[in-house]
Structure formats: structure tokens, C-alpha cells
């Protein structure tokens, strides 16, 4: 996990010459609130130091070409006759964004960009996010303009939504554009309010990749999303006060149970109680109270697992490997689900020994290596731009 802007520095210079703007984003884990962004509710992410750099230069012949130097691939498109064409490959998460950016007005000369990450993909650490917000600021500054936070996000998650066609909500896209150091973010996704919230000196979040690979642009987080918005739909209508989930409480659905499916029901109440306990995970964060938070986190996995349905067999044994190590305040599955990461909040003195247990456990019970990273709370690109601004 270093900043490997050099290396995206080299590329572009051997590929097409002197550099004008660079720009990097991390990659984000959520603490706590999954599945809860798209009905307007809260979830508890943080940005962590795995980054990914755009670096852009100016080409007169109206094109824009994006070189990957993680896959050792070039795609050029023509600016004035881009449509919405994804491919299901990577050069969707950048041109989306171009495309988004044109569809606001934005005007757009050509331009050559590499870009290099080094955040794992499919892991459900939100690599997608990290790629487009490094992309939208790179492009935004040679268009000559900024945006502020909420539509930065906005413009890399209608990128996700409506060029690459992944059903997703606003919380990657926000918290890898205004992550802060040190502090978890609090994000309520009907306000877009936020609070920054630090974890205690003596914790680490350890993230451990089931190594099982998750798609968002695949069917099975739309489908979640669908069963959650009919279930939404039913309470919008029987109880005209509820204008998005995250207004209904357990007893509105209770009333409109009969009303949906068992899918939506279970879907619904996975979210009703998961936003209730991102609020007393704030509680307990604020009073430095880990076994409350990682009770908290084990309650949300196993709504996760069983009202959510979006779990895997190989996370939920990752889970409770790490629940019976000592040192462990809680473990869950994080990011949009059906494998992935869980992430874990461990005591500071007790990780190394937590990470090995975990891994020769995991191995034993499922034949697979998994990777663990201790992460700490980085800063969002916007952080690192403006403590960038500041060295010049
Ligand atoms: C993915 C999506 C987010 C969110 C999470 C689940 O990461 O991009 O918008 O819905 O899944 O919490």
C-alpha cells in the first residue's frame, strides 16, 4: 500500500510525453450501514491508503486515450461521437466519466491519461470509485473547473449508474472523494450531511479479502436493490408520511408485510435495523466503547447473511474464524456483498498475531489464501489534492 505515483508518472512519460495534472483517490471500507445508501439512509465508511493515480496530458487531435498500466492496455475514443457504449471493461469506469461530465456541459479537448492503482479488484474495496474520482478530477482540472464534494460524488456515481449500468448508491464515490485522516465518516445519504468520527488510538481495522470476486455490474446487487425499492414502493404507498425507506421504522413494515414479497420484507428489515445500528455504532464510537461497536458489527453481518441474503458461505466462515480469535472486537462483510472483505476491528497489540491465525484458519477451512491489510482512516482526494496544493 504505497503511493505509486511514480510509477504512473514513468508510464505516461515513455507513452506520451510530459505530464500536465495528477491526481490520485484511495479506495474506501465500510465500517457499518451496507445497503443502505440508495434508500436515502446511513452508513459509516472510511477512506484507506490504497490509491489509485490518474496523470493527463493535452493531445490536439479532439481523441481521449486512457492507458491502463495495470492491464497494459490503451482505448481511444473520439471525443464528439462518444455514446454510451460499455463494454464490461475496464476503460468503462473512465470514459463513463467523460461521458457524464459531457452530458453536464462540460467541454471536454482531447487528452492521453494513464492510469495505475494498486487497490484489489473485486474486493469489494471499491476500486471502481477510486479509478473515477482520480479520473473526474484529473478531467475537471483540464477543463479549467472544480466541483465541491457532493458533486464530485455525484458525477462518478451517475458514471457507475448510467454509463457502466451498476445500480449502486452514492457512499464509494463520496467518502473516496472526502475521506479524512484519522476519522471514519459518518455519511446520512438523505441530507448528504456528514461527521467525522475518530476510531480510539489502541484499534486497527484489519480487512481480509475472501479472495471470493464480487461484480457490481453483474446482476446480483441490482437484484437487491430491486427487491429493496418494491418493498420501499409498497410502504410509499400505504404510508404516505414514508418518502424513502429510511423514514419506516420495523412497525410501518410489519403493517405492509403482507403487502410484498418475503424477499422484500427480509430485504427491508435488514435495512430498517442496519440504520438504526449505524446510529448506535456512532454512540459507541463517541464513547470509545469497542465491544458495543463490534456487537454491533456482528449483529450487522448476521442481518447481512440472513434477512439481506447477500453473504457467502466462504465470508461468513472468515467471520466466524475471526470472532473466535482473541483480541477481535467484532467482524463483517463489507462493500456490496456475495463475497469480497470482511472487515474487522482488532486491539492494536494483538493484530499480527490476529492476521496470522486468520489466514492459516481460512486456508484450513476452505483450501484458499486469503489476503489482510491493517488500514488506517487515509485521507479522500480531495485531501490529498489540497495537502498537494499546499507543497507548491
Ligand atoms: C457498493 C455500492 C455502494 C453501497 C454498497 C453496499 O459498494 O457501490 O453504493 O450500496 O455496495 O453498502
Redesign the pocket.
Known amino acids: 500500500m504505497m503511493v505509486d505515483e511514480e510509477r504512473a508518472l514513468r508510464a505516461h512519460q515513455e507513452r506520451f510525453g510530459p505530464h500536465e495534472q495528477v491526481f490520485t483517490a484511495p479506495a474506501r471500507v465500510?465500517l457499518i450501514?451496507?445497503?443502505?445508501?440508495?434508500t436515502g439512509g446511513l452508513?459509516m465508511p472510511m477512506a484507506i491508503e490504497f490509491l489509485t493515480t490518474a496523470v493527463l496530458s493535452s493531445r490536439q487531435d479532439g481523441r481521449a486515450v486512457f492507458y491502463s498500466e495495470n492491464y497494459g492496455e490503451e482505448v481511444s475514443i473520439d471525443l464528439d461521437s462518444l455514446e454510451r457504449t460499455p463494454r464490461g471493461h475496464w476503460s468503462d469506469y473512465p470514459v463513463g466519466v467523460v461521458w457524464v461530465l459531457k452530458q453536464q456541459g462540460v467541454s471536454l479537448s482531447g487528452f492521453s491519461m494513464t492510469l495505475w492503482g494498486d487497490v484489489p479488484l473485486g474486493a469489494?474495496l471499491?476500486s471502481?470509485?477510486s479509478v473515477q474520482v482520480a479520473t473526474a478530477l484529473a478531467l475537471l482540472k483540464h477543463a479549467g473547473m472544480m466541483l465541491p464534494l457532493e458533486q464530485l460524488a455525484n458525477v462518478c456515481?451517475r458514471a457507475?449508474n448510467e454509463y457502466v449500468g451498476?445500480k449502486?448508491?452514492?457512499?464509494?464515490q463520496f467518502v473516496v472523494a472526502g475521506g479524512v485522516a484519522h476519522r471514519a465518516m459518518l455519511l446520512d445519504c438523505r441530507s448528504m450531511q456528514f461527521e467525522l468520527l475518530p476510531l480510539p488510538e489502541d484499534v486497527r481495522v484489519v480487512i481480509c479479502n475472501s479472495m471470493v470476486k464480487h461484480q457490481?455490474a453483474n446482476g446480483e446487487?441490482g437484484d437487491r436493490r430491486d427487491e429493496v425499492e418494491a418493498g420501499q414502493a409498497v410502504l410509499q404507498r400505504e404510508r404516505p408520511q414514508i418518502k424513502l425507506l429510511r423514514d419506516a421504522t420495523l412497525a410501518d413494515l410489519d403493517a405492509c408485510a403482507d403487502k410484498m414479497t418475503a424477499a422484500s420484507l427480509a430485504r427491508c428489515r435488514h435495512i430498517v435495523t442496519e440504520n438504526a445500528r449505524v446510529l448506535e455504532a456512532r454512540e459507541a464510537l463517541l464513547q470509545s466503547d469497542m465491544v458495543r461497536f463490534g456487537k454491533l458489527m456482528v449483529a450487522a453481518h448476521a442481518s447481512f447473511r440472513d434477512d439481506f441474503g447477500a453473504s457467502c458461505d466462504e465470508v461468513d466462515s472468515l467471520v466466524e474464524i475471526a470472532l473466535q480469535q482473541p483480541g477481535c472486537y467484532g467482524s463483517r462483510i463489507t462493500?456490496?456483498?456475495f463475497g469480497g472483505c470482511t472487515v474487522n476491528l482488532v486491539r492494536a497489540d494483538m493484530t499480527e498475531e490476529f492476521v496470522g491465525h486468520l489466514r492459516s484458519r481460512y486456508l484450513a477451512a476452505t483450501g484458499i489464501a486469503a489476503d489482510c491489510f491493517v488500514c488506517a482512516p487515509s485521507d479522500g482526494a480531495l485531501a490529498l489534492m489540497a495537502a498537494k496544493d499546499g507543497l507548491k
Do not use: F, K, P, Q
Not at 33 to 38: A, I, M, S, V
Not at 168 to 172: N, Q, R
Open positions: 465500510n450501514g451496507e445497503h443502505t445508501d440508495y452508513v469489494g471499491s471502481s470509485a456515481r457507475e451498476a449502486t448508491g452514492i457512499m464509494d457490481l446487487y462493500g456490496g456483498g
